[in-house]
């Protein structure tokens, strides 16, 4: 069983193990990581957004989730739809097999129904992830350029799920 639940204080230093498993095993297969920012990233656990699942004692996965969408990456009439907004969703390769990736972002669909939101935003820069999140039920919105890169920003609407029925519970 996993459970999702907001990180806190004394998450930091696991979730930075976490992304380090991600980006060991990104490395060893030719993609490029996030390993500079690793830090940056685990520091996230203890600024009140960042939400980490957990199975078996270990961080298996994050997200930080937002209510606010980034400036310049939503059009006024988006950013006026009551959306959550998911950044830095990363999973540690030790849980593939049970797609913690699909239970965050399933966790974080029901999730945004429950607190009165309309969607789940988010974006990336690889087009690979881009058609991951696609599998997950999310709609491409447009491409972009940000920052010298391509970015893929991606939607779904949100509803009600059944988490038990996927191995989910939530802390919170």
Do not use: N
């Amino acid at each position: 069983m996993f459970t999702m639940r907001p990180a806190t204080g004394g998450d930091p230093d696991a979730v930075a193990a976490m992304i380090h498993a991600r980006c060991d095993w990104m490395e060893a297969r030719g993609v490029p990581s996030w390993r500079e920012d690793a830090g940056d990233l685990a520091g996230q656990a203890a600024s009140g957004a960042m939400w980490v699942l957990h199975a078996g004692g270990r961080v298996a996965g994050c997200t930080t989730v937002l209510p606010q969408a980034p400036p310049g990456d939503w059009t006024p009439e988006e950013t006026a739809d009551p959306s959550l907004y998911l950044f830095t969703m990363v999973t540690d390769p030790a849980y593939r097999r049970h797609r913690p990736g699909t239970l965050i972002a399933s966790w974080a669909v029901d999730h945004a129904a429950r607190h009165g939101r309309t969607r789940v935003r988010l974006g990336c820069f690889s087009p690979d992830l881009a058609r991951y999140y696609e599998r997950q039920g999310f709609t491409p919105v447009r491409k972009q350029q940000r920052a010298g890169a391509l970015q893929y920003l991606l939607a779904r609407r949100a509803e009600r799920l059944d988490l038990g029925a996927l191995g989910l519970s939530c802390g919170t």
